[in-house]
T-cell receptor, first 113, second 113 residues
Framework: NAGVTQTPKFQVLKTGQSMTLQCAQD?????MYWYRQDPGMGLRLIYY???????DKGEVPNGYNVSRLNKREFSLRLESAAPSQTSVYFC????????????FGPGTRLTVL | QKEVEQNSGPLSVPEGAIASLNCTYS??????FFWYRQYSGKSPELIMF????GDKEDGRFTAQLNKASQYVSLLIRDSQPSDSATYLC?????????????FGTGTLLAVQP
């Protein structure tokens, strides 16, 4: 039981390149989330998915797209990376709408040059 | 005014002392409150959650909630060097079908041996 896994752990991109961050959970949770964490800014929600087939914007969605492929997987795509997207990205999942506890993956450290 | 506010610290306490971490929130409709611990370079991990006014104890940790004053605190008794980490306060956002968490920027705790 791995919980929440994220790939890759580290990534360096050049401005304008694209990439997809992968997240998978084996906890059978319904909701999944993507956050970014920057020094002094805390965790900020990018996108979330309440259930398979649904996605919604969070606080900072610009420059990102997401796909909820199935119940287990939730990916985050950067179509044209910018230096402002240098950050640590965390995926999280939660069981259902009445249980708010979120469980986090190990994170992806992304640098955009 | 930020929705969830924490003193960034660092809060320095000697080993064996009580560490007191505080958090205030702005949305009176918030119903659930969480404390996460985050070691440097790692992902947040849940320590405690609290829904009702008063105290909730779990081992060396006590969460305190005062909804009238809109603050939540975390007490760590018999602090150990291994407790040195950033502590994130999170508050649920009651708007919308899927509850989202709003995170504070965290308080850095340093326990001195």
């Amino acid at each position: 039981n791995a919980g929440v896994t994220q790939t890759p752990k580290f990534q360096v991109l050049k401005t304008g390149q694209s990439m997809t961050l992968q997240c998978a959970q084996d906890m059978n949770h319904n909701s999944m989330y993507w956050y970014r964490q920057d020094p002094g800014m805390g965790l900020r929600l990018i996108y979330y998915s309440a259930s398979e087939g649904t996605t919604d914007k969070g606080e900072v969605p610009n420059g990102y797209n997401v796909s909820r492929l199935n119940k287990r997987e939730f990916s985050l795509r950067l179509e044209s990376a910018a230096p402002s997207q240098t950050s640590v990205y965390f995926c999280a999942c939660r069981w259902d709408r009445w249980a708010d506890t979120q469980y986090f993956g190990p994170g992806t450290r992304l640098t955009v040059l | 005014q930020k929705e969830v506010e924490q003193n960034s610290g660092p809060l320095s306490v000697p080993e064996g002392a009580i560490a007191s971490l505080n958090c205030t929130y702005s949305d009176r409709g918030s119903q659930s409150f969480f404390w996460y611990r985050q070691y440097s370079g790692k992902s947040p991990e849940l320590i405690m959650f609290i829904y009702s006014n008063g105290d909730k104890e779990d081992g060396r940790f006590t969460a305190q909630l005062n909804k009238a004053s809109q603050y939540v605190s975390l007490l760590i008794r018999d602090s150990q060097p291994s407790d040195s980490a950033t502590y994130l306060c999170a508050v649920n956002n009651p708007g919308g079908a899927t509850n989202k968490l709003i995170f504070g920027t965290g308080t850095l705790l340093a326990v001195q041996p």
